[in-house]
């Protein structure tokens, strides 16, 4: 299998949502939901590497589902907003390593 690149993951997400979710949802819900999926993920971070137990009910839930969840969402957003995640994201990848580039390399709290 080849691997997913994220402009065949928008299409995917776009023929998903046409033919099983019928339509994508307004903007504002989409949001709603990303946020809602970012809760999910923070709960399962605190249950299991802070100081937090799962409770019975959230006994099973899995990260990698969470994230997966939270990657699906953002996908319906760039969609129903016409954003290119891959050109939006070497975009930001550029303005943050010239941005960035000797700052981290220079703060004393990063290194070894």
Known sequence: MSELTI????????????????RYFS????????????????????RTYGDQSFKKSEEGKKLADELADVLFVLICL????????????EKNIDKKTK??????????????
């Open 7 to 22: 402009k065949k993951a928008q299409q995917i997400v776009d023929k998903w949502i046409k033919t099983v979710g019928v």
């Open 27 to 46: 903007e504002l819900t989409i949001l709603a939901q990303l946020v809602e999926e970012v809760g999910e993920i923070a709960r399962i971070m605190s």
């Open 78 to 89: 760039a969609n129903r907003t016409g954003i290119d995640i891959t050109k939006a994201l």
């Open 99 to 112: 941005r960035d580039k000797k700052r981290h390399q220079n703060n004393l709290k990063l290194k070894k």
